[in-house]
């Protein structure tokens, strides 16, 4: 279930994978002053973290841990990069968001922010997927999915994310137009975070993506 750490270049990757990591925070912290509507998982753990009076990061580490418990139970393999996934993005997106004011009634600048983030977003996940550590929870969650269901890698993240951001948007979180030009625009941004650091997606992904 654990996929073996390569000890020898532990500390390296691991100063790679947080510094990919802090990218990510950042990026949610960025989408959500902007005030236009959230990815999907930032628009239903805003929900619940005002819901049960928590900072948003603590309630995406909490997630990851639920979603992980999820992805174990489908019996998918992890690495110490998931755990550095869950543990990590919630306390950078805090400190962001202590740094970042909220803008509200300036559309350019929030239109700005929300490309900015996804830019953002897309080299922060780049960066620490080409660690080769492990999946995201998220990620490990929708491999299991694919694997149980035989559906396409599309079809179940899709419905992943359906069921987030209707679930979260009915608790009262974040969606709106920015959620949609998110969805529209992340993968370009990660494909380009890709080719500039010259990241290889995992080839067992890579396989499991041409046969769905």
């Known amino acids: ?5 390569r000890w020898k270049t532990f500390l390296r990757d691991f100063l790679v ?25 930032a628009v239903l753990e805003v929900a619940l973290a005002q819901k049960f009076h928590l900072t948003p990061g603590t309630m995406t580490v909490l997630m990851g841990f639920l979603v992980l418990s999820g992805a174990l139970i489908l019996r998918e393999r992890i690495g ?20 970042i004011p909220s803008i509200k009634n300036n559309l350019p600048l929030q239109a700005g922010m929300l490309l900015l983030a996804i830019l953002i977003m897309g080299l922060g996940s780049a960066i620490y997927i080409g660690v080769n550590a492990g999946a995201g ?4 969650l929708m491999l299991g999915i694919k694997r ?12 992943i994310e359906l069921t987030v951001v209707t679930l979260g948007w009915l608790l009262g979180g974040p969606a709106g137009i920015g959620t949609v030009v998110f969805a529209l625009l992340i993968g370009t941004s990660v494909q380009w975070g890709f080719k500039l650091f010259k990241v290889e997606p995992h080839r067992e992904v890579d396989s499991e993506t041409e046969d769905g």
């Open 17 to 41: 994978i947080e510094a990919g990591l802090g990218l990510f925070g950042l990026a949610i912290a960025i989408m959500i002053r902007a005030n236009l509507g959230t990815s999907a998982w």
């Open 148 to 159: 149980k269901t035989g559906w396409s890698l599309r079809a179940a993240r899709g419905s």
């Open 1 to 5: 279930m654990l996929k073996p750490i």
């Open 137 to 140: 929870p998220r990620d490990t």
């Open 80 to 99: 110490w990069g998931t755990l550095a996934n869950i543990l990590s993005i919630g306390p950078w997106e805090d400190l962001s968001l202590s740094l």
